[in-house]
């Protein structure tokens, strides 16, 4: 008993890197290395980043969207948190009546390392884990996002390093024709209503349930060059019913894609660009205090990127 206890001791020391994410709340996960490594935190549900490369050198398969059902290795199972009759009521509960007659508005498990960048079918099929995703709306997903994530693969030069995150709380707020506020405002989160298992007599302690996963308020994808060591980010919103952006929640002073009004669409995620340094630096030092350390990209050695895709 006790050669068991000790070899699952080291298992689960040899899976994990800790310190990770905000506020150091996080894991890295090396589950799914060499394709792709996550920032985790299971007891709450939530994942914080996930790192992976690009390498333009290499073939991508044209079918890289058609994936098989979602997984789990740290859970207890994949639950049914995104079932989308469970999302409408909730929306019609919160002052929402309408969701289900809406186009593409809906959460969804969205991508951190995203199928299509990878070349072979079993590195994709490894993404397709609820480790690797996040609540999305499935507009933005198919929007501004999917945007960036095949503007990105097409203009790389050099291999890269992507850190492809989220941050904030998405917070939504019935209102009227006029922008009024008609109702509460209510942080988002999907709730898994699915019995746990019954555990196993000899089993070890029990794996977490994913369950109120919260829904985050914004994605960011860092882009960074291992040959020029420059790097430029891009932040894009998770609330299509935005209407105008709140420049305190700004993680830079100055849009450096301001030029491009296809990202500027608020109901396809609005998305702004940051210099590499300054973004690094404010969210470190704001109420989230994310640390990428643990990925191993040198923050100081890194230069800011004046040649953006967009």
């Not at 609540?135 to 994530?149: A, C, D, T």
């Amino acid at each position: 008993m006790k050669i068991f206890l000790v070899l699952s001791a080291l298992l689960i020391q040899s899976t994990y890197s800790y310190y990770c994410g905000e506020n150091n709340k996080g894991m890295y996960i090396r589950y799914f290395t060499p394709h792709y490594r996550v920032c985790i935190n299971p007891d709450e549900s939530e994942t914080f980043f996930a790192y992976h490369r690009i390498d333009p050198r290499e073939d991508k398969q044209s079918d890289c969207r058609r994936l098989g059902t979602w997984k789990t290795e740290i859970y207890e199972d994949v639950g049914n948190a995104y079932n989308k009759d469970d999302q409408f009521k909730t929306f019609e509960n919160i002052g929402f009546p309408n969701m289900r007659d809406e186009k593409e508005m809906f959460f969804i498990h969205f991508h951190l390392a995203p199928s299509c960048d990878f070349k072979t079918r079993v590195a994709m099929d490894r993404t397709q884990h609820i480790e690797n995703c996040v609540p999305g709306f499935q507009k933005v997903n198919n929007g501004n996002w999917l945007f960036i994530e095949e503007r990105v693969r097409s203009t790389i030069q050099n291999k890269v390093e992507i850190i492809t995150g989220q941050f904030g709380q998405l917070i939504m707020t019935p209102r009227n024709n006029n922008n009024v506020a008609i109702g509460p405002s209510v942080k988002m989160s999907l709730k898994n209503t699915a019995e746990s298992k019954p555990k196993a007599q000899k089993q070890l302690p029990r794996k977490p349930r994913y369950d109120n996963i919260k829904v985050p308020e914004f994605f960011y994808k860092i882009v960074r060059d291992t040959v020029t060591m420059e790097a430029y980010v891009i932040i894009t919103s998770n609330d299509p019913f935005m209407k105008e952006m709140d420049m305190t929640k700004r993680m830079c002073q100055n849009d450096i894609c301001s030029a491009n009004k296809v990202l500027k669409v608020y109901a396809k995620g609005y998305t702004y660009c940051c210099p590499f340094q300054e973004f690094t630096e404010n969210l470190k030092n704001s109420v989230y205090k994310v640390d990428f350390s643990c990925t191993g990209i040198n923050v100081g050695n890194t230069q800011d990127s004046n040649d953006l895709p967009f």
